[in-house]
């Protein structure tokens, strides 16, 4: 099946009539066993990798593609917690590879955070380094994202970060009325709100009343 580049003029030139009636300059004959796109004049250069049809060693599969792209989108970071990938948020959803087309869905944390508009743009940065230009990036915005989400790796990278993590959303709140947060750096739960955006709108402002430090709290969605 390879090798055809050589004699491909000949081929090229087949008599039509050997191949009954069809009609005489048949360039683009789907299905033929020698198919050969190129026109008779032009030599190709090297074969075609649409050629063969069976050849899978030159082009990688859909799995090597969609491991690629995973890899690459994974290392996206959170634009605004530089400590957190889209893959701990939970904001990346899956990504996909179809017929060589690399196909990312994320859902945003917050509708209207500007963050999301810059990450589009970090997975499309980051799926071009690793080769990958025909990329698509699709938002999806139900089921909403929950910081119930977020990965348990992610939750610590937030302390570490000194950023207190969400509770779940099936925490204090809803018994008592009132958030219950910890402090990322001393662990006491005597704190307070001082504002309701801290550094981003998707942060709120508390304070320790322990170590009287301020820290900025992910607010549950
Ligand atoms: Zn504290």
Not at 84 to 90: C, K, R, Y
Not at 97 to 104: I, M, P, Q, S
Not at 135 to 154: F, K, Q, Y
Request: charged residues 25%; aromatic residues 6%; glycine residues 12%.
């Amino acid at each position: 099946m390879s090798g055809a580049g050589a004699g491909g003029r000949d081929v090229g030139h087949l008599p039509s009539p050997l191949r009954g009636g069809w009609p005489e300059r048949s360039g683009g004959s789907g299905g033929g066993r020698d198919s050969v796109a190129s026109p008779p004049t032009t030599p190709t250069p090297f074969p075609s990798p649409k050629g063969g049809g069976e050849s899978g060693a030159a082009t990688p599969g859909p799995d090597t593609l969609k491991q690629r792209a995973l890899a690459a989108v994974s290392e996206v970071c959170d634009p605004e917690i530089p400590v957190l990938t889209i893959a701990d948020l939970g904001v990346l959803r899956g990504v996909e590879a179809v017929d060589g087309r690399v196909e990312v869905t994320i859902t945003p944390t917050y509708s209207g955070c500007p963050a999301m508009n810059m990450m589009a743009l970090e997975i499309e940065l980051a799926l071009a380094r690793a080769g990958i230009s025909d990329a698509t990036i699709r938002t999806v915005l139900h089921p909403a994202w929950t910081t119930d989400w977020m990965s348990e790796e992610g939750r610590r990278k937030l302390r570490d970060y000194g950023i207190a993590p969400p509770s779940p959303a099936s925490g204090r709140r809803a018994l008592f009325g009132r958030e219950v947060v910890a402090c990322p750096r001393c662990g006491s739960e005597d704190t307070e709100r001082l504002a309701e955006f801290g550094s981003t709108s998707c942060k709120a402002l508390w304070r320790c009343r322990s170590c009287r430090e301020p820290f900025d709290y992910f607010k549950c969605h």
